[in-house]
């Protein structure tokens, strides 16, 4: 029968060390080969905390399944900064340009309510809102609404803004 064991690790950079290798131990998978996995499926994310969970059964196979990052850990990843806003309605922290927002909306899509990458960014920007990030150097609770009124349909994508 399987067992599960469920870690944040830095993309790319796990080692078997804590927090994989005191759950890894005890179980019969190759240390390892599991870390090697991992940071080969999390090479892309580069340091930011990805959610990786490890399935493995008592003849010691195993597979690996990686999650997308905290919508905050990548929008931070993408701007540079280490912390957000404590008082994110008048002090900002960091801008994104729209074109780094719509990256970020893309890696996050399958995790999100959204269908489209339109939809997927309006949901990215509440979290900027929330930690004190601009989009194209404005508040981010703006723009919902300029994405309403098609002022970015050429980056997002026309075609999703009929749907």
């Known amino acids: 029968m399987a067992e599960t064991i469920e870690v944040l690790v830095p993309g790319g950079q796990a080692d078997p060390g804590p927090p994989l290798g005191p759950e890894l131990g005890p179980t019969p998978v190759d240390v390892q080969a599991v870390v090697q996995e991992i940071n080969e499926q999390t090479a892309a994310f580069d340091g930011t905390e990805v959610p990786v969970t490890v399935e493995y059964e008592e003849d010691g196979s195993f597979s690996i399944e990686v999650g997308v990052p905290p919508t905050a850990a990548l929008i931070k990843d993408e701007a540079d900064f280490e912390t957000g806003s404590g008082e994110p309605n008048e002090e900002f922290v960091a801008d994104l340009s729209i074109e780094q927002l719509k990256t970020i909306a893309e890696q996050k899509k399958p995790d999100l309510l959204s269908y489209d990458t339109r939809n997927a960014a309006k949901e990215v920007a ?19 609404q300029r994405v309403e009124d098609g002022e970015y349909d050429e980056v997002l994508g026309a075609e999703e803004a009929a749907a």
């Open 126 to 144: 509440g979290t900027c809102a929330s930690m004190g990030v601009t989009i194209e150097g404005e508040d981010a609770r703006t723009f919902k």
